[in-house]
């Protein structure tokens, strides 16, 4: 293949194999189904490594996921953000070609134009993390009223992310599980069908302990991970599956900088681990072999310019990348680096070849 122009994403096929199979066994081990979130990695061939060549149970968080991955055979897709009613016509659009298109919801409103059209999940309030109804609130009984038959519950321990040990992580993921058990046997109890019990985040998912009463896990970041979850203790940056190509372009002695054709418009300008114990910049900074240079962050971006420099206090020495050295940038959080790209370029191992290129999906 020929290489790329510089920046672009790299994908090490290996590496997302590796990380499929240990949250596969994992959850295999719990006795629950693995419906795998798609949304930070959006493409079809990746999804292939994921579920194998057979199209199993999915989550997505756009209609434009839902699409494509309709066209690609997937009948049985969890679309996980609220629904709004103008985007209905989409959802039956779906349903018309023999997609189960599962939406989620948390609002009287919501359950009134959704009733009898597509199946549901209420989406339950675990942490106080973003949207959801409380499993003690009235307001469960009444969206379940208005829906009619509620296909299940869905919890995300969104506030898992900010953990700071592996206790933390483990009591995280037994609230979210109790949560949804909780809500699930209230609607049981009056008197509406509760079959699916959705719960997970990929920090929850690797540190659950008991899944007791609940159906499926889902999670998506787990796939590529990044520097958020190496800061959580979820995983290493040796883990880390894609990251994005650059180049060096120039240097300022005086300033001990690195300057590279990689701005925040191809890594993002998310600081994911600046709240983390261990802040990484705008990411760490490895050879193309994934050897990782001691001490060395991408430390600020403008729009097409990257700034390398060592971390404050670090006792290293600048390495000597000249001109023309094409260096890895390692992501603080995969969905919004990956978001800035059309595809990925595939190679086998670090260091390898390039094999193939993947590409992604795009819009809403």
Known sequence: MTTPRTPYLVLDRSVASANIARLRERVAGLGVRLRPHLKTTKSVDVARLVVGDVPGPITVSTLAEAYAFADAGYTDILYAVGIAPAKLPDVYALQARGVQLTVLLDSVAQAEAVAGSAPALIEIDCDGHRGGVLPGDPLLLDIAAALGAPAGVLVHAGESYHARSAGELEAAAENERAVAVEAAARL??????????????????????????????????????????????????????????????????????????????????????????????????????????????????????????????????????????????????ACATTAQHDGYHVRDTPGGELIAYWPRVRGW
């Open 188 to 333: 049981r109890a009056a008197g509406y069908e509760c079959p699916i019990v959705s719960v997970g985040s990929t920090p929850t998912a690797h540190f659950a302990r008991d899944l007791s009463g609940v159906t499926e896990v889902r999670a998506g970041n787990y796939v590529l991970f990044d520097l958020v979850m190496a800061g959580l203790g979820v995983c290493t940056p040796a883990d880390i599956a894609a990251a994005v190509v650059v180049t060096v372009i120039g240097h300022n002695p005086g300033k001990g900088w690195i300057m590279t054709d990689g701005g925040w418009m191809a890594t993002s300008r998310d600081r994911g681990t600046a709240a983390q114990l261990t802040d990484q910049g705008y990411g760490l900074v490895t050879a193309l072999d994934g050897t990782i240079f001691a001490d060395l962050l991408m430390v600020d971006a403008s729009q097409e310019h990257g700034t390398l420099a060592l971390r404050a206090g670090s006792t290293e020495n600048l390495p000597d990348l000249p001109v023309g050295t094409q260096l890895r940038i390692l992501p603080n959080h």
